[in-house]
């Protein structure tokens, strides 16, 4: 016979618990309940956190003694390219390449081993590695003549070739540049082997597409480190049909270890098709936004601003979009149910985004507009974010890696506007952190480690760069968990561990709300879990 409190028991509780973590450090960015020592979970779905999880325990639970190991919500990236990180873990990081002669022999050691005429590709070189000068096209041409090169700047907004992708692109001194992009040239005119923004595809569009299988297989391996890395959601910014078949395949295989807020990549069949059927929102991947782009990047001297920037008199960066267009497309998503999240990262590409969405929104706050970036605002501007309710997608890492060379291009008067997270934080404005990988590394703990000290991983003195922006602990988890969830219009369902939500969680192998600073880049990700299921361990 079963005892009176038993049968009590059973049917408050339901079924016993799949998955009971006990003995673990949890910190749950939840504010009501911010730290619990255990944590139930059935079908994939929290039910108790706290004391109360150990209630929870039947013959067939599985119990995890962590021994007081720290655990925290799945990570959430806000802007993030999956096929990038997919194609870089198929070729060659330039990141921490230091001169142009050891780019150039990564070429040619690559040349070497493919057919002539076939492209190579790579990316992330950074021209401030080795002074600060863009490169010309003389070494690339030396290392591979007869191979067309394509290397990618590291904030994808420049591309570096040599004289044979040029020449199959039909580049020559007589080029005009195209709207929205530039050919950098020489004194006497001629094209150095730089293109900037929209220029960039004057040569890309020679290069021969990806094939649904080769799409398939780079969002495949990216989704898998994401899963390495602690991320189990990642909003993809800008998306094509290629890539939308291969999520589709990829979510209905079971080979989707990480959750996918996907944004369409602009204008086009696609954001019309989606215009005509709605919405479409999943737990494993939701297409309900699009990408837009107002301008180009600080690195490159794309991104526009009202004044001519510091180092370059004269320039004032490059606007992609005109207002009317951003404003159009807003009009629409707001009628159809989807968001749009445009890449702004100047002042004025900022404030032209602000005032487009401000025309659609009015007084109405509640449709989640999105600025991807936020790199530099105008100080006026900050207000006009939490008067249209428009979240800030900013990346923490941007800072740390900028930092060598923002005063120079930004001046002393425009700093106080840039990168500004915790400003952005102060004036009411809910920031969702991310990396844009693989612009920055997809590391997600070195993302919360730069929202909280300012410093690379090499550190720095005084505190770290402009030490007034840094999150506490707290607010650099709620921008990685919470925040990222509601910038999907998620919030409900993910983006914090508590009852009711999908238990998407992290077992560190270190504590990141007490560590000191120094040791946090040196913390690891033990285990990744997805609605309850492992996805990644180390054990």
């Not at 570096?160 to 001194?173: C, H």
């Not at 602990?473 to 910038?487: H, K, N, P, V």
Request: a neutral charge; glycine letters at 10%; one cysteine or more.
């Amino acid at each position: 016979m079963i005892p009176i409190l038993a049968m009590l028991w059973m049917a408050m509780a339901g079924e016993p618990a799949d998955l009971v973590i006990n003995n673990a450090t949890i910190y749950t960015a939840n504010p009501a309940q911010p730290k619990a020592k255990a944590m139930a979970i059935r079908n994939g779905r929290i039910v108790a956190i706290g004391d109360e999880a150990r209630a929870q325990i039947g013959p067939k639970t599985r119990v995890m003694d962590l021994r007081g190991a720290t655990v925290i919500p799945g990570l959430i990236d806000s802007h993030v390219h999956m096929s990038g990180l997919g194609q870089l873990l198929e070729t060659a990081d330039l990141r921490h390449v230091k001169t142009v002669a050891e780019v150039a022999a990564i070429v040619k050691a690559r040349a070497a081993r493919v057919p002539k005429g076939t492209w190579i590709r790579a990316r992330n070189w950074d021209q401030t590695n080795w002074g600060g000068e863009f490169p010309l096209h003389t070494a690339l041409t030396e290392a591979a003549p007869e191979h067309p090169v394509f290397l990618t700047r590291v904030d994808g907004h420049a591309a570096w070739v040599n004289q044979k992708a040029l020449d199959l692109a039909g580049i020559d001194d007589k080029t005009p540049d195209p709207m929205g992009g530039k050919i950098i040239r020489d004194s006497a005119g001629q094209a150095t082997g730089v293109l900037i923004d929209r220029a960039q595809g004057l040569a890309g569009a020679k290069i021969p597409g990806a094939t649904d299988d080769e799409i398939v297989s780079r969002l495949r391996a990216a989704a898998r480190e994401c899963a390495r890395l602690g991320l189990t959601s990642v909003h993809d910014a800008g998306i094509g049909e290629q890539e939308l078949r291969a999520y589709r395949k990829l979510a209905a295989a079971g080979q989707l270890p990480v959750r996918v807020y996907a944004m369409i990549g602009g204008e086009g069949r696609m954001w019309t098709r989606f215009l005509e059927t709605g919405p479409e929102i999943n737990e494993r991947l939701t297409i309900r936004s699009i990408k837009l782009m107002a301008d180009g990047a600080m690195g490159s001297r794309g991104a526009a601003f009202w004044q001519p920037y510091a180092d370059d008199p004269g320039n004032t960066g490059l606007m992609i979009l005109k207002q009317e267009t951003v404003e159009r497309v807003a009009r629409q998503a707001a009628e159809k149910g989807f968001q749009v999240n445009t890449h702004a990262i100047g002042d004025r590409a900022n404030r032209m985004v602000l005032d487009a969405y401000g025309k659609v929104l009015g007084e109405s706050n509640n449709k989640r507009f999105r600025v991807e970036h936020a790199q530099a605002i105008s100080l006026p501007d900050f207000a006009l974010f939490k008067k249209f309710g428009v979240v800030a997608s900013m990346q923490s890492t941007h800072a740390t890696s900028d930092m060598r060379w923002a005063l120079a291009r930004l001046g002393p008067d425009r700093i106080s506007g840039a990168y500004a997270q915790k400003r952005m934080l102060k004036a009411g404005v809910t920031v969702a952190n991310g990396s844009d990988f693989p612009v920055e590394e997809p590391n997600p703990l070195m993302g919360f480690y730069a929202a909280v000290s300012r410093q690379d991983a090499q550190g720095m003195p005084n505190g770290g760069w402009r030490p007034e922006e840094r999150f506490t602990r707290e607010e650099a988890l709620r921008s990685w968990t919470w925040a990222g969830a509601y910038a999907a219009f998620e919030e409900g369902w993910k983006g914090t561990l508590e009852v009711n939500k999908v238990a998407d969680f992290l077992v560190l192998s270190g504590d990141l709300m007490t560590l000191p600073f120094t040791e946090l880049p040196k913390l690891q990700v033990r285990m990744t879990f997805l609605a309850g299921e492992t996805v990644h361990s180390d054990q």
